[in-house]
C-alpha cells in the first residue's frame, strides 16, 4: 500500500506560481510511475502531468505544457508539480496518483490504484 499526502495548493492571481508536493508513505514509490491530475466542479478529472519512475520520462497535457514542471526526489519520496503563469481555468482540486510498481506513465485515471485526498488551487483573474 501507499498512502499520498499532497501539499501546497493555495489561491493566486493569474500568472502567478504555487508548487504542490506530494509526499509518499508506506511501500516506497521509487518505482512506480507518479502522475498529477486536476478535477474541476462539474468537470470530470482529467490528467495534468505525469513522471517514470526514474524521473527520466515525462509527460504533460497540452494545456499545462511549458507552464508546469513535474519533477521528483526519489530520495525523498516526494514529487512536486511547479506550476506557473497560472490561468483561472487552471482552477481544480489536484491530485497526486501512483501507479503499481515499475510501472511507466499513464494518462488515465484508472491507470492509478493509489491516490492522494487532493488540494484546491484557485486562480482568480
Known amino acids: 500500500q501507499v498512502q499520498l499526502v499532497e501539499y501546497g495548493g493555495g489561491a493566486v492571481q493569474a500568472g502567478g506560481s504555487l508548487r504542490l508536493s506530494c509526499v509518499a508513505s508506506g511501500r516506497s514509490s521509487s518505482s512506480s510511475a507518479m502522475g498529477w491530475f486536476r478535477q474541476a466542479p462539474g468537470k470530470e478529472r482529467e490528467f495534468v502531468a505525469g513522471?517514470?519512475?526514474?524521473?527520466?520520462?515525462?509527460s504533460y497535457t497540452d494545456s499545462v505544457k511549458g507552464r508546469f514542471t513535474i519533477s521528483r526526489d526519489n530520495a525523498k519520496n516526494t514529487v512536486y508539480l511547479q506550476m506557473n503563469s497560472l490561468k483561472p481555468e487552471d482552477t481544480a482540486v489536484y491530485y497526486c496518483a501512483a501507479s503499481r510498481l515499475s510501472a511507466s506513465i499513464g494518462t488515465y485515471s484508472d491507470y492509478y490504484p493509489y491516490w492522494g485526498q487532493g488540494t484546491q488551487v484557485t486562480v482568480s483573474s
Open positions: 513522471i517514470s519512475w526514474s524521473g527520466g520520462s515525462t
